[in-house]
């Protein structure tokens, strides 16, 4: 017998990704919908096989894309649970959330979930990567999503955490990575732009994140900060425990990463500077 929990799977050209997670949730959870943004290679083919319920919606951004899905999609289930094409649920968190959920207290709007990477086959276990808590279970009547770029979702509290772990193993090589990162960064760039004027004196728990980020990220040096994460990252919190998959993790998600956000952001504002003289 299949959850009460609808997942959502966000899509575009996922050959590779989208199967493996399907047949990790196809008979667990009751319902499972997919919303792709126009994928050109065998994505929706392989959602087929799997799903009758597939929707497609022009990609704006991820907070976009996530805000559509709750809002549009006829759901059967109060709980729903957002997935990437690139993870799975442990068998551990399966039966984690089959006993909590039928039990959860109707003011709980919410359930956090740690998030396990894999990068070239090796779990990121080191470096202050994990445990990466995310807002991933919600009622959907209450949840909304925040910020274009590493978008968070957001309900009313209280909300509660599970132990057990997402895994996020993707099929895909480091040349996709880089360049999806290199397009994130200019995403996180252009989000950096509009934090500049961003009102400090929110309360809420995302707002909160955002302060400490302002405070203690973006007050130091651009371009410099960079290279004092990864340095804290790799030494510190003893990033290179995991191996050279990790050095080249660490260096290119810790170091490389934010600095070509920095560049692109430090291009941005010369941009402006010289289109105002």
Not at 62 to 85: G, H, I, K, M, T
Not at 187 to 212: H, I, P
Request: charged share 30%; glycine share 4%.
């Amino acid at each position: 017998m299949s959850l009460s929990v609808s997942v959502i799977i966000l899509t575009h050209n996922e050959e590779l990704n989208l199967e493996l997670l399907l047949k990790n949730v196809k008979g667990w959870a009751s319902d499972i919908f997919i919303v792709d943004s126009f994928s050109n290679d065998k994505t929706l083919e392989i959602a087929t096989k799997y799903t009758d319920k597939i929707y497609q919606h022009k990609f704006k951004d991820f907070s976009d894309q996530r805000n559509w899905a709750l809002r549009n999609l006829p759901f059967s289930n109060e709980w729903v649970l957002f997935l990437d094409a690139d993870e799975r649920l442990s068998d551990k968190l399966k039966i984690e959330i089959e006993k909590r959920l039928p039990a959860v207290k109707p003011q709980i709007n919410g359930f956090y979930i740690k998030r396990r990477v894999y990068f070239m086959g090796r779990w990121m276990k080191h470096g202050g990567y994990y445990p990466h808590w995310l807002l991933r279970l919600v009622r959907h009547k209450k949840a909304s999503c925040e910020r274009e770029i590493n978008e968070h979702l957001v309900v009313p509290e209280p909300t509660l955490k599970l132990k057990e772990d997402i895994l996020h193993i993707s099929e895909k090589d480091l040349t996709f990575w880089i360049a999806k990162h290199n397009r994130f960064a200019t995403m996180e760039a252009l989000q950096l732009m509009k934090d500049r004027g961003y009102n400090l004196t929110s309360q809420s728990s995302v707002d909160k994140k955002r302060m400490l980020r302002w405070r203690r990220w973006n007050k130091m040096p651009v371009l410099i900060r960079p290279l004092f994460y990864f340095l804290y990252r790799y030494f510190i919190k003893l990033g290179f425990l995991d191996g050279k998959e990790g050095l080249i993790f660490h260096f290119l998600q810790g170091f490389w990463y934010f600095f070509l956000i920095d560049a692109k952001y430090y291009e941005m504002q010369m941009n402006i500077a010289q289109g105002n003289k």
